[in-house]
């Protein structure tokens, strides 16, 4: 069965950096767009980053420029580098299987989730 595990969550300070990860099984993992989705308390989920099966990637307007996604397909691993990181960052955030335009609205292509905390 699809399995998706992210890790690489944590706390940081503004201006700091983290890198998620996601690791992927149970389905042809090259052969699907992957996008990264996230969810402040409160709030609903958020499209944050797709890449699609060729590589071409896609960002929000709130992260472009400051996250990097990125697949590795020989490791069945999705990847999110995130760079100057700000309070509005904070939420829970989700690898998924999933394009861009349907990321947000199938919770059941996503993982578990890792936690990312953005605070002085």
């Known amino acids: 069965q699809v399995q998706l595990v992210e890790s690489g969550g944590g706390m940081v300070q503004p201006g700091g950096s983290l890198k998620l990860s996601c690791v992927a099984s149970?389905?042809?993992?090259?052969?699907?767009?992957m996008s990264w989705v996230r969810q402040a308390p409160g709030k609903g989920p958020e499209w944050v980053s797709s890449?699609?099966?060729?590589?071409?990637?896609y960002y929000s307007d709130s992260v472009k420029g400051r996250f990097t996604i990125s697949r590795d397909n020989a490791k069945n691993t999705l990847y999110l580098q995130m760079n100057s990181l700000q309070p509005e960052d904070t939420a829970l955030y989700y690898c998924?299987?999933?394009?861009?335009?349907?990321?947000?609205?199938?919770?059941?292509?996503w993982g578990q989730g890792t936690q990312v905390t953005v605070s002085s």
């Open positions: 998924a299987r999933a394009p861009r335009a349907t990321a947000t609205m199938t919770r059941q292509s």
């Open positions: 149970g389905f042809t993992f090259w052969g699907f767009e």
């Open positions: 890449i699609s099966i060729f590589g071409d990637t």
